[in-house]
């Protein structure tokens, strides 16, 4: 099986390193960007197929991923068309905000079209990706993008209504994250740590606590009350973590982020 790249940025080379380093073959990946020097990266780090076009990767490989920003699709796309519901490959689309309806009206209908979501921490290996498909998706094309994602992390399939929640809770959240690693981090500066070692402390700290709540299955709640000692430093803690509003904080930072998605 070949999969084709059309845009070879920071998501796309994320996507072909995981897949090499899992055992695809290089040589099985085609690839083009209008910047030959991310190709060339990418054919020194993987050993992948440098293509001279788009065309070129529609009409070779079985899964096409269409890699490019957003706004160049009015561009890229219709020119490709021909070539697509020639060899009808996978269509598969990770830009963001971009519906299967907006890309069938550019490409036309016909083609099997998957749409993805994934999330910055495809970087280093911890994706969450969601995905739906056209009515021409079979279980077959679903595999394929099975095996796609879950080489940068977990991939989930969802109806395309409920993408809009998702880029809240995968696509928004490593910002809110990341928000509060570097506070806590603030914290430890306050109590006299240097700042790289508070960082390092704090986000090991976040890193572990997600991997015991996904390993043990227990509810978060659960976990808190096994770390809160009566009378204990940490539930003085949670308790104004409470008093100051933090959860309501966060209920409204996915609330104005959810509402704005909608606006888009």
């Known amino acids: 099986m070949k999969v084709g790249f059309i845009g070879a940025g920071n998501m796309a080379g994320a996507i072909i390193r995981g897949m090499v380093s899992g055992g695809f073959r290089g040589g099985d990946v085609?690839?083009?960007?209008?910047?030959?020097?991310?190709?060339?990266?990418?054919?020194?780090?993987?050993?992948?197929?440098?293509?001279?076009?788009?065309?070129?990767?529609a009409e070779e490989a079985d899964a096409v991923v269409?890699?490019?920003?957003?706004?160049?699709?009015?561009?890229?796309?219709?020119?490709?068309?021909?070539?697509?519901?020639?060899?009808?490959?996978?269509?598969i689309s990770i830009a963001a905000g971009k519906t299967l309806h907006a890309i069938e009206e550019?490409?036309?209908?016909?083609?099997?079209?998957?749409?993805?979501m994934p999330n910055l921490n495809a970087k280093v290996g911890e994706a969450m990706s969601a995905f739906c498909g056209n009515e021409l998706v079979q279980e077959g094309h679903r595999n394929t993008v099975r095996m796609i994602?879950?080489?940068?992390?977990?991939?989930?399939?969802?109806?395309?209504?409920?993408?809009?929640?998702?880029?809240?809770?995968s696509g928004c959240s490593p910002a809110?994250?990341?928000?509060?690693?570097?506070?806590?981090?603030?914290?430890?500066?306050?109590?006299?740590?240097?700042?790289?070692?508070?960082?390092?402390?704090?986000?090991q700290a976040v890193l572990g606590t997600a991997r015991l709540l996904q390993e043990t299955g227990e509810h978060p709640r659960a976990l808190t009350d096994q770390v809160c000692s009566p009378?204990?430093?940490?539930?003085?803690?949670v308790c104004a973590l409470q008093q100051n509003g933090f959860e309501a904080a966060v209920l409204a930072a996915a609330k104005a982020s959810l509402e704005r998605d909608q606006q888009l």
């Open 30 to 57: 085609l690839a083009y960007d209008v910047d030959s020097a991310k190709l060339m990266a990418l054919f020194e780090d993987c050993g992948i197929r440098m293509c001279s076009s788009g065309r070129e990767v």
């Open 66 to 91: 269409l890699a490019v920003k957003p706004q160049m699709f009015g561009e890229v796309l219709p020119p490709l068309a021909p070539a697509l519901h020639g060899s009808r490959p996978l269509v």
């Open 106 to 116: 550019l490409l036309g209908a016909g083609v099997p079209l998957v749409r993805v």
């Open 149 to 169: 994602l879950e080489s940068v992390g977990e991939a989930v399939e969802l109806e395309e209504k409920q993408f809009s929640i998702f880029s809240v809770l």
């Open 176 to 203: 809110y994250t990341l928000m509060y690693i570097d506070t806590l981090a603030e914290a430890g500066v306050r109590g006299g740590l240097p700042k790289p070692l508070a960082l390092k402390i704090a986000s």
């Open 231 to 237: 009378a204990g430093t940490t539930i003085e803690g």
